[in-house]
């Protein structure tokens, strides 16, 4: 809708809308009611929202086209709607995490990305769908009901931000905001063919998201182009000091003083490729048709093939932490803190009917799984050992830092899979996050870009050090133009 109503071009998305609101062509009233429209035309096929309030999305667009009239835009942006995970919070809004035990809850308060968003005057649209709690690789977690896959819609649309990547894949939005704890942006960006980015943690505050791992979460855009992403990336980014996470301004500072900083084509590739032994021939195929492509005119013998031995454990060094932090972080949903409340006949019964009826399945076994592996007798095996692994697979990103500028692999081994096919195998679904895992335990960014496809979106990866977004975005941006329609 937006690429034909403004003259969309594929490297300016944003560019060209702000460029239209400056040139009064459009406003930001108009703007919204054929997002809503839009949304209300597709929604029902692809279930990408949950929830959309229309009243205040249409008082929220008027209020910028007043300032818009009066001279006052607050940024280029203003006026511009942007989609949400219903897992960061919006005040006034409802909060669900897609899940039973918090149907009806409304915010408090807004998440620091939100306030950023607003003071640059972009419209935060609805409630994207997710997989319950942000957990899962398929949406189909969810206790509202599936999303479909914006490309086909029997496939899988990935997850857990499944609902943020298919409404900007079918235009509902020209940007979405999700959260990814161990790949949960860069796989349904790669499964709807669309750019996402999970940015190097605690630089995006997690004030005002639903905590599923925290020593993990991210919040990061998703976009139809790299610039796209990369503009949402520079107005949510930044220190919070409500996030104690958050990357204080002269530790940044430091850090980016000792990034390699020169043209793309300078930059030197790394390819872990005993980690794409079990990545299908069709995601091969794409992968290897990027990489030869940058070998071949852009990066001249300065693509090498590498092992990364710590980073096959990547797999279950997350499933052990991910569970545990998760396994602490739910407590609060008991029926009495948060949560809806079941009542029983004394204390514990109110906080197990809670619990056993506002959880779903998937949650139910994450947290069975993360209490089992912080119990006292199994601590040391399970945790304790998943943290020195995490310390070895950080090790090995740094020691591969000095010498790369960025790690080249797929995002998933696979193209998306059929809804229903892996609902009923949790841990095939687990082992397909290897090739994302990696970074969230590192806490280094990494950008999805769609490469080569015949049949189903499959996206390219790219790994880079602390705060190397910009080298990501520019190695991106020459992949998209190489490779993208449009
Ligand atoms: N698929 C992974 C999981 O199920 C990642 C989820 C996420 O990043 N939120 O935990």
């Keep these: ?64 086209r007043k300032r818009r009239e009066a001279g006052k835009a607050l940024s280029e942006w203003d006026g511009i709607p942007i989609g949400i995970k219903d897992n960061i919070l919006r005040k006034g809004e409802v909060a669900e995490c897609a899940s039973r035990i918090l149907a009806g809850f409304r915010s408090p308060y807004n998440a620091t990305v939100i306030e950023k968003l607003e003071q640059s005057g972009m419209i935060p649209v609805g409630r994207t769908n997710m997989d319950e709690f942000a957990m899962g690789s398929s949406t189909e977690n969810s206790a509202l009901g599936i999303t479909r896959n914006g490309v086909d819609k029997e496939y899988a649309p990935g997850g857990s931000s499944g609902g943020s990547a298919v409404a900007v ?105 005993n980690l794409l032994e079990n990545v299908s021939p069709e995601v091969k195929k794409s992968f290897f048709q990027v990489v030869d492509f940058l070998e071949e005119e852009i990066l001249e013998n300065k693509i090498d093939r590498i092992r990364m031995n710590a980073s096959e454990l990547s797999t279950p060094v997350y499933y052990i932490t991910a569970t545990s932090e998760a396994s602490a972080n739910l407590a609060r949903f008991d029926g009495i803190r948060y949560g809806k409340r079941e009542n029983g006949d004394s204390l514990v019964s109110l906080y197990e009917n809670s619990r056993t009826k ?66 009923h195998d949790p841990v095939s679904m687990y082992l397909a ?39 990501l975005f520019a190695l991106g941006k020459i992949i998209e133009k190489k490779f993208s329609a449009g």
């Design 358 to 423: 506002g959880f779903g399945k998937e949650v139910k076994r994450r947290i069975l799984l993360g209490t089992y592996a912080l119990s006292s007798g199994y601590y040391d095996a399970y945790y304790g050992k998943a943290q020195k692994v995490r310390a070895m697979i950080h090790r090995e990103y740094m020691e591969i830092f000095r010498k790369y500028d960025a790690v080249l692999m797929p995002v998933a081994p696979d193209v998306p899979f059929k809804l229903g096919e892996k609902i």
């Design 169 to 273: 894949a079918t235009g509902m939005l020209p940007v979405a905001l999700g959260s990814d704890t161990g790949g949960s942006i860069r796989q349904p960006a790669s499964f709807n063919g669309v750019v996402g980015l999970k940015p190097t943690y605690g630089s995006v505050s997690r004030y005002g998201l639903v905590a599923f791992a925290s020593s993990l979460d991210q919040i990061g855009p998703f976009a139809k182009t790299v610039e796209d992403v990369q503009i949402i990336y520079n107005i949510i980014s930044g220190y919070d000091p409500r996030d104690t996470t958050s990357v204080q301004p002269e530790l940044k500072v430091k850090m980016e003083s000792g990034l390699r900083k020169f043209p793309p084509e300078n930059m030197k590739i790394a390819i872990p490729e």
């Design 1 to 64: 809708m937006y690429g034909i109503e403004f003259g969309f071009c594929h490297m300016a998305f944003l560019n060209d809308l702000s460029y239209h609101l400056s040139k009064k062509e459009t406003d930001p009233v108009q703007i919204m009611e054929k997002t809503l429209g839009t949304i209300r035309e597709k929604n029902p096929d692809y279930y990408a929202f949950i929830h959309v309030d229309e009243d205040l999305m249409i008082q929220k667009a008027l209020e910028s």
């Design 433 to 471: 996050d290897v090739l994302t895992t990696g970074a969230s335990l590192a806490g280094i960014p990494a950008l999805s870009v769609p490469g080569p496809a015949e049949r189903l979106p499959i996206g390219v990866q790219i790994q880079g050090t602390f705060f190397a977004e910009d080298s």
